[in-house]
T-cell receptor, first 114, second 107 residues
Framework: GAGVSQTPSNKVTEKGKYVELRCDPISGHTALYWYRQSLGQGPEFLIYFQGTGAADDSGLPNDRFFAVRPEGSVSTLKIQRTERGDSAVYLC????????????FGPGTRLTVL | KNEVEQSPQNLTAQEGEFITINCSYSVGISALHWLQQHPGGGIVSLFMLSSGKKKHGRLIATINIQEKHSSLHITASHPRDSAVYICAVLYGQNFVFGPGTRLSVLP
């Protein structure tokens, strides 16, 4: 079956612009995770959804970052007033029911802020 | 805050060698994942474990909860095993990732 997909695969934007990154989880997976990976580092947790609600958003670095999952499937990570430091690969993962399950990762969106 | 460390940072091995990658963490956790990330970024979950030992093909993962330590072993290593191996611990409701171990297996 289809895995986790993310769009776009690459996004180049200018400092100060608004961007949206999309994640399509595996069908039926209730848990969805967003991570950020900077060059040469391991992934960093951003937010975890259980269904439509954010169960833990403690990893969002500041209020410029926001994520939604209105129907409990597709999720959108939104970044306002982008800064050069936001440049990273943004990874999405989903799992069947929750934190104790195997996570399936998407290919990531590479965001470059000029 | 849970600190996750991995060793070695980089590892080069000859094909066929037995490989061990270590992960240690500072605070009690409920689960630990081993992930494999190939060049180009794709991440694959290898194991999720909370106690004992798991085996899948040539890969073996162990965890010692008391010592706050886990190891990933690769037997009969092959060049296709070349990747970054990342340990991630479930701490509270989020995951804390280690910095990764870059493995290169030479033919």
């Amino acid at each position: 079956g289809a895995g986790v997909s993310q769009t776009p695969s690459n996004k180049v934007t200018e400092k100060g612009k608004y961007v949206e990154l999309r994640c399509d989880p595996i069908s039926g997976h209730t848990a969805l995770y967003w991570y950020r990976q900077s060059l040469g580092q391991g992934p960093e947790f951003l937010i975890y959804f259980q269904g439509t609600g954010a169960a833990d958003d403690s990893g969002l670095p500041n209020d410029r970052f926001f994520a939604v999952r209105p129907e409990g499937s597709v999720s959108t990570l939104k970044i306002q007033r982008t800064e050069r430091g936001d440049s990273a690969v943004y990874l999405c993962a989903s799992s069947s029911t929750g934190l104790g399950d195997t996570q399936y990762f998407g290919p990531g969106t590479r965001l470059t802020v000029l | 805050k849970n600190e996750v460390e991995q060793s070695p940072q980089n590892l080069t091995a000859q094909e066929g060698e037995f490989i061990t990658i270590n992960c240690s963490y500072s605070v009690g956790i409920s689960a630990l994942h081993w992930l494999q990330q190939h060049p180009g970024g794709g991440i694959v979950s290898l194991f999720m474990l909370s106690s004992g030992k798991k085996k899948h093909g040539r890969l073996i993962a162990t965890i010692n909860i008391q010592e706050k330590h886990s190891s990933l072993h690769i037997t009969a290593s092959h060049p296709r095993d070349s990747a970054v191996y990342i340990c991630a611990v479930l701490y509270g409701q989020n995951f804390v990732f280690g910095p990764g171990t870059r493995l290169s297996v030479l033919p």
